[in-house]
């Protein structure tokens, strides 16, 4: 049973990280209907430079606040200068997020090297808490209770407020948004820096779970897209349950099936493909 409880807890973790990467993707996804690819780059970046100001700084909120930040100024560089000059070309916005990705995470591997990077957390962080079944690391536990509390505070901006109101017009209909007057360009911005900077910081929070190496920016990039294709386009809550679908199914497959890992890692994506294409949430088209 302490496997069991162990492969959960790292599920959940699991299911938090890739909650935080993917619910600002899906959101431009849903809105922008650009399949970013190089979201997984900037969780690399703000991964790197996230952890390289907590090493000088000694601060966990200066470090996530440096990763954010970078991340959300080089995701709003690409839409504004890059992505607005291919609007509308589905082929030419994929391959040139796909070469931003590329030139990112080679631009990583020049200046920090191929060598894995942990994050540099205090005792009180690492220190193991009894949550009644077993102990569990205490950052870990905060990593689950930040997806909660940014889910919530994420499922209140989009039903209360007329931003929110904005974005569920342009992810349903753009072109009837911008007539009655929305800023759908401003808009597209808004929500692809957001999303960048909840990619950057996953990058340093998830380097506490998965160490920060080459490659790493593919993975967690395959992650997203699987939940966002359980979950459904433009769904916070499909961003929710996919996550959470995702999470455990790699915990529990790596954990008693390893050799089959991939293959059920896929499976619940191909049967969402095979009987419902829009997704558990999404809205047929």
């Given at each position: 049973?302490?496997?069991?409880?162990?492969?959960?807890?790292?599920?959940?973790?699991?299911?938090?990280?890739?909650?935080?990467?993917?619910?600002?993707?899906?959101?431009?996804?849903?809105?922008?209907?650009?399949?970013?690819?190089?979201?997984?780059?900037?969780?690399?970046?703000?991964?790197?430079?996230?952890?390289?100001?907590?090493?000088?700084?000694?601060s966990?909120t200066?470090?996530?606040?440096?990763?954010?930040?970078?991340?959300?100024?080089?995701?709003l560089?690409?839409?504004?200068?890059?992505?607005?000059?291919?609007?509308?070309?589905?082929?030419?916005?994929?391959?040139?997020?796909?070469?931003?990705?590329?030139?990112?995470?080679?631009?990583?591997?020049?200046?920090?090297?191929?060598?894995?990077?942990?994050?540099?957390?205090?005792?009180?962080?690492?220190?193991?808490?009894?949550?009644?079944?077993?102990?569990?690391?205490?950052f870990?536990?905060?990593?689950?209770?930040?997806?909660?509390?940014?889910?919530?505070?994420?499922?209140?901006?989009?039903?209360?407020?007329?931003?929110?109101?904005?974005?569920?017009?342009?992810?349903?209909?753009?072109?009837?948004?911008?007539?009655?007057?929305?800023?759908?360009?401003?808009?597209?911005?808004?929500?692809?820096?957001?999303a960048?900077?909840?990619?950057?910081?996953?990058?340093?929070?998830?380097?506490?779970?998965?160490?920060?190496?080459?490659?790493?920016?593919?993975?967690?990039?395959?992650?997203?897209?699987?939940?966002?294709?359980?979950?459904?386009?433009?769904?916070?809550?499909?961003?929710?349950?996919?996550?959470?679908?995702?999470?455990?199914?790699?915990?529990?497959?790596?954990?008693?099936?390893?050799?089959?890992?991939?293959?059920?890692?896929?499976?619940?994506?191909?049967?969402?493909?095979?009987?419902?294409?829009?997704?558990?949430?999404?809205?047929?088209?």
């Amino acid at each position: 049973m302490s496997t069991f409880y162990f492969l959960t807890l790292n599920g959940l973790t699991m299911a938090a990280l890739l909650f935080i990467m993917a619910s600002g993707l899906t959101l431009a996804f849903g809105l922008m209907r650009v399949v970013n690819l190089a979201h997984g780059a900037f969780y690399l970046l703000g991964g790197y430079f996230g952890v390289q100001v907590i090493h000088g700084t000694d601060s966990l909120t200066l470090g996530l606040l440096a990763g954010g930040g970078i991340a959300l100024v080089g995701g709003l560089l690409m839409e504004r200068f890059l992505l607005q000059r291919v609007r509308g070309l589905d082929l030419s916005e994929a391959l040139l997020t796909i070469a931003v990705g590329l030139i990112i995470a080679d631009a990583l591997l020049v200046v920090y090297g191929g060598q894995p990077v942990t994050l540099p957390l205090t005792r009180q962080l690492r220190a193991p808490v009894d949550l009644g079944v077993m102990m569990y690391p205490f950052f870990r536990v905060l990593i689950m209770v930040f997806a909660v509390l940014l889910g919530v505070a994420l499922w209140l901006v989009m039903t209360y407020t007329r931003i929110g109101a904005a974005i569920r017009a342009g992810v349903d209909d753009r072109e009837t948004a911008m007539a009655q007057g929305i800023n759908v360009p401003l808009l597209f911005g808004g929500v692809f820096a957001v999303a960048s900077f909840l990619a950057g910081i996953s990058g340093v929070i998830g380097t506490s779970y998965m160490a920060l190496n080459q490659g790493l920016d593919v993975r967690v990039l395959m992650l997203s897209l699987v939940v966002i294709i359980i979950g459904g386009m433009g769904s916070l809550k499909g961003a929710a349950v996919g996550a959470l679908i995702t999470g455990m199914v790699s915990s529990f497959a790596t954990g008693y099936l390893p050799q089959f890992a991939l293959f059920f890692l896929f499976l619940p994506m191909t049967l969402i493909l095979v009987f419902r294409p829009q997704g558990l949430f999404g809205r047929a088209t």
